[in-house]
């Protein structure tokens, strides 16, 4: 059937706003299931920091900045939690989904999207409820804006990472450290964890991002594993 007037304007409308291209493969992945209509898949090549990555489509690659989710900078506190977080949930080499709102690019060039994972995750969203950015509105892109801020709001009353009131350890103005105690010291890192324990990282924002913890002093072995900062008797809180 031959297009009509109104359907060459829409394909020549969405030609210019998306020059890389417009497909979306036909046979997407069944993890897929979730993501909506009207995006495009393109493949990670490098998590730059907590709401940006570089991605790869059709041979171009290009920067792109997570809408309505903003995380904390370099030198800031949970900011490497942050990122980590989003390298768990954007492997590299794995497929990722854009969809654009009403801005296709920032002032910095970089393309604007909500992204989901190869699972159907929407990483946007997920950065914002647990913990590791704020729900942030770039106006006039409003999409998701309503649901984030929702998500935001119960990341701040269960006190998660960013609102917790306390600065992570990767952060430039860590919380002082309380009165130094006896710790005992933790067996050697083995390839393999001890029966019955969970794995073991080098901190506990690599645990978090893993989905890991928190531990408990007297309770969990893990605990003796990580620093006690602030000497509640709980490491690795989420």
């Known amino acids: ?3 009509n007037a109104s359907t060459a304007r829409i394909v020549t409308t969405a030609a210019a706003l998306f020059p890389l291209a417009l497909a979306v493969s036909v046979s997407a992945p069944a993890g897929a299931a979730a993501v ?8 990670v090549v490098k998590i730059v920091d907590g ?3 570089d991605v790869m489509r059709a041979g171009t690659k290009f920067r792109v900045q997570l809408l309505e989710a903003d ?3 370099r030198g800031q506190c949970w ?3 942050s990122a980590a977080r989003t390298a768990a949930l954007l492997p590299l080499g794995t497929t990722v989904y854009l969809l654009a709102d009403r801005t296709p690019k920032d002032r910095y060039g970089r393309r604007l999207f909500y992204v989901w994972n190869a ?3 929407h990483v946007n969203r997920n950065l914002v409820r647990y913990g590791y950015g704020k729900a ?3 106006k006039p892109d409003d999409k998701y804006i309503a649901v984030f801020k929702a998500d935001e709001a119960k990341a701040r009353a269960e006190r998660l990472r960013i609102w917790s009131g306390r600065c992570d350890t990767t952060g430039s103005t860590p919380s002082p450290s309380p009165t130094p105690r006896p710790t005992k010291t933790p ?3 083995t390839s393999a964890p001890p029966s019955g324990t969970d794995p073991r990282f080098r901190t506990c924002a690599e645990a978090n991002a893993a989905g890991y913890g928190p531990y408990r002093r007297g309770v969990d072995p893990e605990y003796a594993w990580y620093q006690d900062r602030d000497g509640d008797g709980i490491v690795c809180e989420r």
């Open 1 to 3: 059937m031959r297009p």
């Open 36 to 43: 909506p209509k009207g995006t495009l898949s393109a493949r």
């Open 51 to 53: 709401d940006t990555v």
């Open 71 to 73: 995380t904390p900078e």
């Open 79 to 81: 900011f490497k939690a």
């Open 119 to 121: 699972k159907g995750l």
């Open 136 to 138: 942030v509105l770039f």
């Open 187 to 189: 067996q050697p890192t």
